[in-house]
């Protein structure tokens, strides 16, 4: 029995954060959240990139640019949508994972779903603060683990 699995080991990693400047009170504690995870787990910082765009609905057509240009091993798609807040934002948290995961898969690379859902301002400060709480934090750590693990798998092909 063979068992492959990723590390934690961000060195050498380049990665994109794609970020929604939409709630950008919320959203930019996310990309600090992922800047300090992927900086901690050994990133440089030179090798990370943050792209901004309008609304978390823009995320899947930057993602899509960044992810063709091949220059990078992970990308982490930031947003946040507050229902209290936003018609039909159910549709828009579903439509742009749906799409992300799309891009992942014709890409065969990790492209992580950081668009945080959250009832009211309360909550979304909840899921965009402290480390722990930290979406961006967190979405990074799957992309480092994924970006290891996806480079393991294709290498054995
Ligand atoms: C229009 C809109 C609304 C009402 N709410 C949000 C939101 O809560 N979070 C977010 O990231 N973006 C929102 N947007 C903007 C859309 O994502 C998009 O930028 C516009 O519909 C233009 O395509």
Redesign the pocket.
């Known amino acids: 029995m063979k068992t492959i699995t990723g590390t934690m080991d961000a060195s050498g990693l380049k990665v994109a954060l794609v970020v929604?400047r939409?709630?950008d009170l919320f959203t930019r504690n996310l990309v600090e959240g992922a800047k300090d995870c992927l900086v901690q787990h050994g990133a440089s910082e030179d090798a990370i990139d943050v792209v901004w765009v309008?609304?978390?609905?823009?995320l899947p057509n930057a993602a899509k640019e960044l992810a063709e240009s091949g220059r990078y091993q992970a990308l982490i798609g930031l947003?946040?949508?507050?229902e209290g807040?936003?018609?039909h934002?159910s549709i828009?948290t579903h439509t742009v994972a749906q799409k992300l995961m799309d891009l992942s898969l014709q890409y065969r690379m990790p492209i992580i779903d950081g668009v945080v859902g959250a009832k009211t301002m309360e909550q979304a400060m909840e899921r965009c603060g402290a480390k722990q709480g930290n979406r961006g934090w967190s979405c990074a750590l799957v992309a480092i683990e994924m970006a290891s693990l996806t480079r393991r798998l294709q290498d054995r092909s």
């Open positions: 929604s939409f709630n309008p609304g978390s609905f823009e947003g946040v949508v507050i807040a936003t018609d934002a828009i």
